[in-house]
């Protein structure tokens, strides 16, 4: 046994498969002792806030202490960063019209734009074609950017309870800042928010945990069941494995998929929870363990060891529990693997359909999925909506397929590399 | 002599055949049973769902009634349930599955016939497609290794560690939204009318390129993982030794490699068929493809019973006759069928 796992942790896939499983494992279990907010608490008042870390306003103009600052270029970067593209575009579009060379004209570089702007533009002028309204507009953008250009504070004014009039509080300097540590309300969004405004980071850590509990319980159906039904078929034989053997055959052939469906539907919504979609998940997908099962059975039960056993006496179970079963064991532990990675795509494949857990409880991979497709993340470019969990989805996957062949070239030295 | 060895084939070869033509009617009738069952136990009242749609600003409450009435008439909800299994048998024997409740005036006969060719002509040349280029792709690892295996088998397995919906969405991303080298969504133009004209032949084929490249994309890298394995396991048997003794030429060899390994290939294909009909089916609703899966969608969606049952009966169908397709394929190749049967 030792030996076994000292052999089967040397193999460099099972390891690469082992130890993604195990830090996706760890992050599920050490992010919700660090964040504690409920993971489908609604927080975002809008959709598909992007990744980031959020700083409030009201609280960094009131930090404890206001520092000042004189950096070169914090102008240059808030005009750059204010300047809309809108703005770009129309600022090139005159000075098009009044006759600077295209080519001169680089609306990326906020500098030179802003200087050819300054040299050229007189609001005064009226360009040949251009009609009244079109000059107002480029009025309109000229004394935007001349806002942005002021050098002035921003008044924060409080209205007075007694009269009800506006009274200057404090001015907010552009030299001045606000220490990130100072300030009382800073939020990591770290993947921003999905489609009802819910942190999707603390979502997806939520939502892992639940698809790999759905995962474990649908595999630990699964392999039981087949592993049960194959070994009786494969060691007893006769009448009791024609009768297995029928019912593994129908249910090889018709489609788990769509079984899946149909019960799930039949449930209803209200019904299904995430372990009872584990439960339907599991009873659907056994038939694979328990013809692979049956077939290792089969090849074992005439070995030498086993008719001693027989010969001996020893009970049934004893017989498959010392006899059998340790030889099939390794086989066993593959496909329980194998059956808790199937069993939680089955679950996001469900979910799609919107035949998944009901919504309201707890996140599962699927369901996050099936909310992005909805609010059509993939179409709006909210890649922080589904990419994250699509990768996760296929990173546990991976995992355990990779475990899977390194696990498969211990025990099968024909596939050693 | 001769002649007399070919009859016992021959024999042999009929009694494989009549056992899975067995198989199939057995397998088909069960799945028939249940598809009528499983959705018929649902809790809650189909049909009164769509009088609550149906009556909407009907106040007077006898009004609502004789519109219900008339629906449990119309599907033959208020008939105990072995009558109407009888009455479904009849039905669908005609081809008639009754009226979809989501889309009523439609039969659902006609929702179907709208969708399933979208379905088989996206998902038999996909699954095939990849099914072929996996097996190359996987024989070739098997015989190269080195660089070639070290590349591909990872990446092999990464991809078909996603999703069949994960790979829509990221191909669906990139070609589609960011590239526009593909539309996202649909089977053919929303502003076209089906019909044999350049334009909307050269529509559909645009829209046919991620659904289709999605699932073989999928099915490529299950199918080389397993032919990978199936080729180095037949590398190293003895019969390929003793070839290279007698020295045969490496060509033949890997011929005969590729021959063996191919044929549990063949059964591969059937066992995970229906996983990958599940898979594409689902893909097909990332990108509203206007085939089964969307359809099925819809029925969920709409609480539709009578479309829900009769796709999953269709798609079950489909599946059945493919597996059976391919295990009468797979006794003619696999000789070894024949010599066990005229036993």
Same mark, same amino acid.
């Given at each position: 046994?030792?030996?076994?796992?000292?052999?089967?942790?040397?193999?460099?896939?099972?390891?690469?498969?082992?130890?993604? =499983?195990?830090?996706?494992?760890?992050?599920?279990?050490?992010?919700?002792?660090?964040?504690?907010?409920?993971?489908?608490?609604?927080?975002?008042?809008?959709?598909?806030?992007?990744?980031?870390?959020?700083?409030?306003?009201?609280?960094?103009?009131?930090?404890?202490?206001?520092?000042?600052?004189? =950096?070169?270029?914090?102008?240059?970067?808030?005009?750059?960063?204010?300047?809309?593209?809108?703005?770009?575009?129309?600022?090139?579009?005159?000075?098009?019209?009044?006759?600077?060379?295209?080519?001169?004209?680089?609306?990326?570089?906020?500098?030179?734009?802003?200087?050819?702007?300054?040299?050229?533009?007189?609001?005064?002028?009226?360009?040949?074609?251009?009609?009244?309204?079109?000059q107002r507009y480029f009025q309109r953008v000229n004394a935007s950017i001349r806002g942005l250009l002021s050098?002035?504070?921003?008044?924060?004014?409080?209205?007075?309870?007694?009269?009800?009039?506006?009274?200057?509080?404090?001015?907010?300097?552009?030299?001045?800042?606000?220490?990130?540590?100072?300030?009382?309300?800073?939020?990591?969004?770290?993947?921003?928010?999905?489609?009802?405004?819910?942190?999707?980071?603390?979502?997806?850590?939520?939502?892992?945990?639940?698809?790999?509990?759905?995962?474990?319980?649908?595999?630990?159906? %699964?392999?039981? !069941?087949?592993?049960?039904?194959?070994?009786?078929?494969?060691?007893?034989?006769?009448?009791?494995?024609?009768? !297995?053997?029928?019912?593994?055959?129908?249910?090889?052939?018709?489609?788990?998929?769509?079984?899946?469906?149909? !019960?799930?539907?039949?449930?209803?919504?209200?019904?299904?929870?995430?372990?009872?979609?584990?439960?339907?998940?599991?009873?659907?997908?056994?038939?694979?363990?328990?013809?692979?099962?049956?077939?290792?059975?089969?090849?074992?039960?005439?070995?030498?060891?086993?008719?001693?056993?027989?010969?001996?006496?020893?009970?049934?179970?004893?017989?498959?529990?010392?006899?059998?079963?340790?030889?099939?064991?390794?086989?066993?532990?593959?496909?329980?693997?194998?059956?808790?990675?199937?069993?939680?795509?089955?679950?996001?494949?469900?979910?799609?359909?919107?035949?998944?857990?009901?919504?309201?409880?707890?996140?599962?991979?699927? =369901?996050?999925?099936?909310?992005?497709?909805?609010?059509?993340?993939?179409?709006?470019?909210?890649?922080?909506?589904?990419?994250?969990?699509?990768?996760?989805?296929?990173?546990?996957?991976?995992?355990?397929?990779?475990?899977?062949?390194?696990?498969?070239?211990?025990?099968?030295?024909?596939?050693?590399? | 002599?001769?002649?007399?060895?070919?009859?016992?084939?021959?024999?042999?070869?009929?009694?494989?055949?009549?056992?899975?033509?067995?198989?199939?009617?057995?397998?088909?009738?069960?799945?028939?049973?249940?598809?009528?069952?499983?959705?018929?136990?649902?809790?809650?009242?189909?049909?009164?769902?769509?009088?609550?749609?149906?009556?909407?600003?009907?106040?007077?409450?006898?009004?609502?009634? %004789?519109?219900?009435?008339?629906?449990?008439?119309?599907?033959?909800?208020?008939?105990?349930?072995?009558?109407?299994?009888?009455?479904?048998?009849?039905?669908?024997?005609?081809?008639?599955?009754?009226?979809?409740?989501?889309?009523?005036?439609?039969?659902?006969?006609?929702?179907?016939?709208?969708?399933?060719?979208?379905?088989?002509?996206?998902?038999?040349?996909?699954?095939?497609?990849?099914?072929?280029?996996?097996?190359?792709?996987?024989?070739?690892?098997?015989?190269?290794?080195?660089?070639?295996?070290?590349?591909?088998?990872?990446?092999?397995?990464?991809?078909?560690?996603?999703?069949?919906?994960?790979?829509?969405?990221?191909?669906?991303?990139?070609?589609?939204?960011?590239?526009?080298?593909?539309?996202?969504?649909?089977?053919?133009?929303?502003?076209?009318?089906?019909?044999?004209?350049?334009?909307?032949?050269?529509?559909?084929?645009?829209?046919?390129?991620?659904?289709?490249?999605?699932?073989?994309?999928?099915?490529?890298?299950?199918?080389?993982?397993?032919?990978?394995?199936?080729?180095?396991?037949?590398?190293?048997?003895?019969?390929?030794?003793?070839?290279?003794?007698?020295?045969?030429?490496?060509?033949?060899?890997?011929?005969?490699?590729?021959?063996? %390994?191919?044929?549990?290939?063949?059964?591969?294909?059937?066992?995970?068929?229906?996983?990958?009909?599940?898979?594409?089916?689902?893909?097909?609703?990332?990108?509203?493809?206007?085939?089964?899966?969307?359809?099925?969608?819809?029925?969920?969606?709409?609480?539709d019973y009578p479309l829900i049952s009769a796709s999953t009966l269709i798609i079950t169908f489909m599946v059945l006759t493919a597996t059976f397709?391919?295990?009468?394929?797979?006794?003619?190749?696999?000789?070894?069928?024949? %010599?066990?049967?005229?036993?």
């Amino acid at each position: 046994m030792q030996h076994t796992l000292r052999q089967v942790f040397r193999s460099g896939k099972f390891l690469v498969g082992f130890t993604i =499983l195990m830090t996706v494992l760890l992050i599920v279990i050490i992010y919700p002792l660090v964040v504690r907010h409920p993971p489908l608490q609604i927080i975002g008042q809008g959709t598909f806030f992007p990744p980031g870390i959020y700083v409030s306003t009201y609280d960094a103009i009131n930090a404890p202490t206001i520092y000042t600052l004189n =950096l070169s270029d914090a102008a240059a970067r808030r005009i750059e960063n204010r300047l809309s593209q809108d703005d770009r575009i129309a600022m090139k579009e005159w000075l098009v019209a009044y006759g600077v060379a295209e080519d001169e004209i680089d609306t990326e570089d906020t500098e030179k734009l802003l200087a050819l702007w300054e040299a050229n533009y007189n609001p005064d002028l009226r360009l040949p074609g251009m009609t009244f309204a079109r000059q107002r507009y480029f009025q309109r953008v000229n004394a935007s950017i001349r806002g942005l250009l002021s050098t002035e504070g921003a008044i924060i004014a409080e209205r007075n309870p007694e009269t009800g009039e506006l009274q200057e509080k404090s001015i907010v300097k552009q030299s001045d800042f606000a220490n990130i540590s100072q300030v009382a309300n800073v939020q990591w969004l770290l993947l921003g928010t999905d489609n009802f405004g819910r942190d999707v980071m603390t979502q997806l850590v939520a939502a892992t945990a639940v698809s790999l509990i759905i995962g474990l319980i649908a595999g630990l159906i %699964a392999t039981t !069941i087949g592993l049960i039904l194959g070994l009786m078929a494969g060691y007893i034989g006769g009448i009791v494995d024609d009768v !297995i053997m029928f019912i593994t055959n129908l249910f090889t052939v018709i489609p788990t998929f769509v079984l899946l469906i149909l !019960i799930s539907f039949s449930i209803g919504q209200d019904q299904r929870g995430a372990v009872t979609i584990a439960i339907v998940i599991g009873f659907t997908s056994w038939v694979w363990t328990a013809r692979a099962v049956r077939s290792q059975v089969f090849s074992l039960r005439n070995r030498d060891h086993v008719n001693l056993s027989k010969l001996s006496g020893h009970s049934l179970f004893r017989i498959i529990f010392s006899d059998i079963l340790p030889y099939i064991a390794s086989y066993v532990v593959m496909a329980f693997i194998l059956q808790v990675s199937s069993g939680i795509l089955a679950e996001a494949g469900l979910s799609i359909l919107g035949l998944g857990p009901r919504t309201t409880e707890t996140p599962t991979l699927g =369901l996050m999925m099936n909310w992005a497709m909805i609010y059509q993340a993939h179409i709006l470019g909210n890649w922080w909506a589904y990419l994250p969990v699509l990768l996760t989805i296929a990173l546990i996957s991976f995992s355990m397929n990779l475990m899977n062949t390194g696990l498969d070239q211990v025990f099968n030295p024909a596939l050693r590399d | 002599m001769s002649d007399i060895k070919g009859r016992v084939e021959l024999k042999g070869y009929r009694r494989y055949f009549f056992n899975k033509l067995g198989w199939f009617a057995i397998t088909f009738v069960f799945a028939f049973v249940l598809n009528f069952m499983l959705p018929r136990m649902m809790p809650g009242d189909p049909v009164a769902a769509i009088v609550a749609r149906q009556a909407q600003g009907i106040s007077n409450p006898t009004g609502v009634q %004789a519109i219900y009435e008339q629906y449990t008439e119309l599907f033959g909800t208020n008939k105990p349930m072995l009558e109407q299994f009888f009455i479904y048998v009849g039905n669908v024997l005609r081809g008639d599955f009754g009226f979809s409740f989501s889309q009523y005036p439609r039969t659902v006969a006609d929702v179907l016939a709208a969708s399933i060719w979208w379905t088989l002509m996206l998902q038999l040349p996909a699954i095939l497609v990849g099914w072929i280029l996996g097996n190359l792709l996987g024989a070739l690892a098997a015989y190269l290794r080195g660089g070639f295996d070290k590349v591909l088998m990872p990446s092999a397995l990464f991809v078909s560690s996603f999703p069949a919906f994960g790979m829509a969405v990221i191909l669906l991303v990139i070609f589609a939204v960011n590239l526009k080298w593909f539309p996202t969504s649909g089977g053919y133009g929303y502003n076209l009318i089906p019909s044999f004209t350049p334009n909307f032949i050269w529509s559909m084929f645009v829209h046919y390129q991620l659904p289709f490249w999605s699932i073989v994309l999928i099915a490529i890298g299950g199918q080389a993982i397993g032919m990978r394995s199936m080729s180095i396991y037949e590398l190293n048997a003895d019969y390929v030794k003793f070839s290279r003794f007698m020295g045969i030429k490496d060509g033949r060899i890997v011929a005969y490699v590729f021959r063996n %390994a191919m044929l549990p290939q063949v059964t591969g294909l059937a066992l995970s068929l229906g996983t990958m009909v599940g898979g594409a089916l689902v893909a097909e609703i990332i990108f509203s493809y206007p085939g089964l899966g969307t359809t099925l969608l819809n029925g969920v969606m709409g609480q539709d019973y009578p479309l829900i049952s009769a796709s999953t009966l269709i798609i079950t169908f489909m599946v059945l006759t493919a597996t059976f397709v391919l295990e009468i394929l797979y006794g003619v190749i696999d000789p070894r069928i024949k %010599a066990t049967q005229s036993d």
